[in-house]
């Protein structure tokens, strides 16, 4: 087994789109992300005025072992990305925090991954 780094990621990348709606509400597009393979990077991208991703905390997996090894990292306010490392099948929660820039209130939601072999 080859060890998962940034540098590893091969042309595998799959996308999600992060909103928060005029109440606060946030949404994940898609709400269940279907994956396959290793090495896969995930790149979330925030469409929501007023609401940016925190510096850190963005993206966290609770117990994400060998599939999520590496902590997600917010490359930017609008941008945040996941090494997804492993090919092991199985579903992940994984929370998704924004930030109000005004305010300052965090708002979180709890979509998954689901890995497919």
Same mark, same amino acid.
């Given at each position: 087994?080859?060890?998962? *780094?940034?540098?590893?990621?091969?042309?595998?990348?799959?996308?999600?789109? @992060?909103?928060?709606?005029?109440?606060?509400?946030?949404?994940?597009?898609?709400?269940?992300?279907d @994956?396959?393979?290793?090495?896969?990077?995930? @790149?979330?991208?925030?469409?929501?005025?007023?609401?940016?991703?925190?510096?850190?905390?963005?993206?966290?997996?609770?117990?994400?072992?060998?599939?999520?090894?590496?902590?997600?990292?917010?490359?930017?306010?609008?941008?945040?990305?996941?090494?997804?490392?492993?090919?092991?099948?199985? =579903?992940?929660?994984?929370?998704?925090?924004?930030?109000? =820039?005004?305010?300052?209130?965090?708002?979180?939601?709890?979509p *998954?991954?689901?890995?497919?072999?």
């Amino acid at each position: 087994m080859s060890v998962c *780094t940034p540098d590893t990621v091969e042309q595998a990348v799959s996308h999600v789109l @992060v909103s928060v709606d005029a109440a606060g509400n946030i949404s994940c597009q898609p709400a269940e992300l279907d @994956v396959s393979g290793s090495n896969v990077l995930i @790149v979330f991208a925030l469409a929501a005025r007023d609401w940016v991703f925190p510096d850190s905390g963005a993206i966290v997996v609770a117990n994400g072992g060998t599939q999520f090894p590496i902590p997600a990292w917010t490359i930017n306010n609008k941008q945040a990305a996941l090494l997804d490392c492993d090919t092991a099948a199985g =579903t992940f929660s994984y929370t998704v925090t924004v930030q109000h =820039t005004s305010s300052g209130q965090r708002k979180s939601l709890d979509p *998954t991954i689901k890995n497919q072999p």
